[in-house]
T-cell receptor, first 112, second 115 residues
Framework: GNSVTQMEGPVTLSEEAFLTINCTYT??????LFWYVQYPGEGLQLLLK?????DKGSNKGFEATYRKETTSFHLEKGSVQVSDSAVYFC???????????FGRGTSLIVHP | DVKVTQSSRYLVKRTGEKVFLECVQD?????MFWYRQDPGLGLRLIYF???????EKGDIPEGYSVSREKKERFSLILESASTNQTSMYLC??????????????FGEGSRLTVL
């Protein structure tokens, strides 16, 4: 079956540091890949997505590139802010599927 | 602005009580989901519905049931609440095939405490 593995957190950074959150996946087909973000006290919201190999998703300064050869979709940001403190979930969905597979989430804490 | 609304942000119930968690979406989505979120365990799917009156069990359906009488509303029912059902419950909705069209839209969550 499908699976998504994320690095365990919490990830603790100082403001303006570079962020990488690793995500690797196992899938039987050619999935679409997603990053969701959950700010404190809120539900999840889509941060970015990529639907095919070598696509780059980007939003709010975050980027992730769909790497089929390494089955990865790592999230990066060049300079984090305190307001980026949240839990980040990597997810995949196969073509024809209605149910996504989520990673366990990675908590990011950014200090001033 | 698209919206998924969960009726209660915080609930406190006693063991053995019947609990209803309500979720309404205004996007005319076919698919609706109930997840449970616990620290260290991420999101676990309880039930999924792809149409009115249709439902499928997710990964952890035991102790829960659902109702979808109207397209916009998906209810989660705990017939007899137990302390191990203390958790954050998240409702979500989506349109069509996620592999092609993408995202789930989530509500803000309902934090249930069972005493």
């Amino acid at each position: 079956g499908n699976s998504v593995t994320q690095m365990e957190g919490p990830v603790t950074l100082s403001e303006e540091a570079f962020l990488t959150i690793n995500c690797t996946y196992t899938a039987t087909g050619y999935p679409s890949l997603f990053w969701y973000v959950q700010y404190p006290g809120e539900g999840l919201q889509l941060l970015l997505k990529a639907t095919k190999a070598d696509d780059k998703g980007s939003n709010k300064g975050f980027e992730a590139t769909y790497r089929k050869e390494t089955t990865s979709f790592h999230l990066e940001k060049g300079s984090v802010q305190v307001s980026d403190s949240a839990v980040y979930f990597c997810a995949l969905s196969e073509r024809g599927s209605y149910i996504p597979t989520f990673g366990r989430g990675t908590s990011l804490i950014v200090h001033p | 602005d698209v919206k998924v609304t969960q009726s209660s942000r915080y609930l406190v119930k006693r063991t053995g009580e019947k609990v209803f968690l309500e979720c309404v979406q205004d996007m005319d989505h076919e698919n609706m989901f109930w997840y449970r979120q616990d620290p260290g365990l991420g999101l676990r799917l309880i039930y999924f519905s792809y149409d009115v009156k249709m439902k499928e069990k997710g990964d952890i359906p035991e102790g829960y049931s659902v109702s979808r009488e109207k397209k916009e509303r998906f209810s989660l029912i705990l017939e007899s609440a137990s302390t191990n059902q203390t958790s954050m419950y998240l409702c979500a909705s989506s349109f069509g095939d996620l592999g092609n069209t993408g995202e789930l839209f989530f509500g803000e969550g309902s934090r249930l405490t069972v005493l």
